[in-house]
C-alpha cells in the first residue's frame, strides 16, 4: 500500500460520493471498502500484506465504489452491454460478486499460511473457498437485513432486478471468482510471500 494506491483510493472514493444516484445506498456499498481500509491501516505493521494481496483489494474497492456511486442495476458500461446484447438485466452487480470470491481467497490464502494453520497444506484450497463461501453467504444475509430495515435501500442495493435466483447465483459467481483466483494464482502469490517473508 504506497501513495499510489492510496491516490486512487480516495480519488475514487471522493468522486463515488459527489451526487451518487442515492446516498444511503452509497454508504452500504462503499463501507466493506472503508472498512478495509481501515483494517489495513490497523494492520499494516504486525501483519503486511502481499503486494499482490493490496491491489486485489484495492480493485474490489473500486468496484464497490463505483456500484455505490451509480448503484449495482445502473452502471452505464452494464447499461450499454444490457442494451446492445439484450441481456435481461445489468449485470455489474455478478462482477462484484466474483471479486468477493476473488480477492478473499488470496487474502485468506496468505492469512492460513503465514500463520500456518494448517498441519496438512492439502486442505489449503478447500478451506480457503469455504471461506469465500462462507463471506459471500455473511454478504447476502446482510442484503436480507437491509432489505427487512428498509424497503427503498433494499431495491438499490441488492440490486436483484427482479432475478429470483439473484442470492443463489451471486453465490456461484463468488464460488467461481474463488476458484479462478486459486487456479490462477497460487504460484504467483508464493512467490510474493516468499519475498515479503524473505
Request: net charge neutral; charged share 15%; with cysteine.
Amino acid at each position: 500500500m504506497n501513495k499510489t494506491w492510496l491516490g486512487i483510493f480516495f480519488s475514487v472514493l471522493v468522486w463515488s460520493g459527489i451526487y451518487p444516484k442515492d446516498y444511503l445506498t452509497w454508504m452500504l456499498e462503499t463501507a466493506p471498502a472503508v472498512v478495509a481500509f481501515i483494517v489495513l491501516i490497523a494492520t499494516r505493521r504486525k501483519f503486511r500484506l502481499t503486494d499482490l494481496a493490496y491491489n486485489l483489494i484495492l480493485i474490489h474497492s473500486l468496484i464497490l465504489m463505483i456500484g455505490g456511486h451509480y448503484t449495482y442495476a445502473e452502471v452505464p458500461l452494464f447499461d450499454w452491454l444490457k442494451d446492445s446484447f439484450n441481456f435481461d438485466r445489468n449485470n455489474y452487480d455478478k462482477v462484484g460478486h466474483f471479486v468477493q470470491g476473488f480477492t478473499p481467497a488470496i487474502i485468506a490464502r496468505e492469512i492460513l499460511i503465514r500463520n500456518h494453520v494448517l498441519e496438512n497444506i492439502k486442505w489449503l484450497n478447500f478451506l480457503v473457498i469455504c471461506i469465500c463461501l462462507a463471506i459471500s453467504a455473511f454478504y447476502e444475509l446482510i442484503e436480507w437485513w437491509v432489505a427487512l430495515l428498509s424497503q427503498k435501500a433494499a431495491e438499490a442495493f441488492l440490486g436483484t432486478q427482479g432475478y429470483a435466483w439473484d442470492t443463489q447465483s451471486d453465490m456461484v459467481c463468488a464460488l467461481f471468482g474463488a476458484i479462478l483466483a486459486l487456479v490462477l494464482l497460487s504460484r504467483v502469490h508464493d512467490r510474493h510471500i516468499d519475498r515479503l517473508m524473505g
